[in-house]
């Protein structure tokens, strides 16, 4: 795919690596080369740049031009995650969520799981509505389970989701218009809930936090805002510590 359209070395040229560059200033830039492009042409573009490591999330709407061309994490957002993200949203439109894939950690593993499941994450006084919500769709869906639940039903389920609560403050990112998890949200996730995330402990949850620090740019003061919200700051801090001293 070419993505000449980026405008990738003008960009460059007009910012300068570091600097805060707002959607405005993006939309600015873009109307240069054609006036009446689409909001959606540029959100699909501010994505690609991400993904290439052009660009990188500071905050809400608001990037910077990378030091390197190491990576911003976007995941990719499949449909059903997407199906599943509207199904919520329309039925519970006030209400924050966040949804994923544990697939998505392959990517950083050596042995690859064969089975996988949707972690869906909300508001705590709203769980339980939104089990039944989905209970009632069909879904093969379980709330908060036990690890016995876990290793008895969830493991042989087809398209498990999972739903937990939502850590307030989370670090959460809109991809697709789906509200999904960050890097720093994963990697703190699955060393805080073990039971939940068992085939990513031990040997592997160390590789997988050397792999996510080699290949893509990590936000580590929102990582251990995060860490500290879950009290773990001190064991992530450590985790991180490590990974960097093997790269």
Known sequence: MAYTSLHIDKLKKGFIPGQKITIHDIVDFYEQFNERIKRSTIDWRIYKLTQKGILHRLSRGVYALSESEIQEYVPEIDKA????????????????????????????????????????????????????????QGKDVFLDPSTEILNQYVANAKEPVIITHLTTEAPIQEVNQVSTTTLEKMLVDIYCDPDLYATFQGAELQRIYQTAFDKYHINEPRMLRYASRRTKKTEIQELINKSKQRQ
């Open 81 to 136: 995650l997407k199906g599943l993200a509207k199904k919520i949203n329309d039925q519970f439109p006030f209400v924050n969520t966040c949804v994923w894939s544990t697939k998505w950690l392959n990517e950083f593993m050596l042995h690859q799981p064969g089975r996988f499941y949707t972690i869906l994450e909300v508001d705590r006084d709203v769980m339980e509505s939104v089990f039944y919500a989905l209970k009632d």
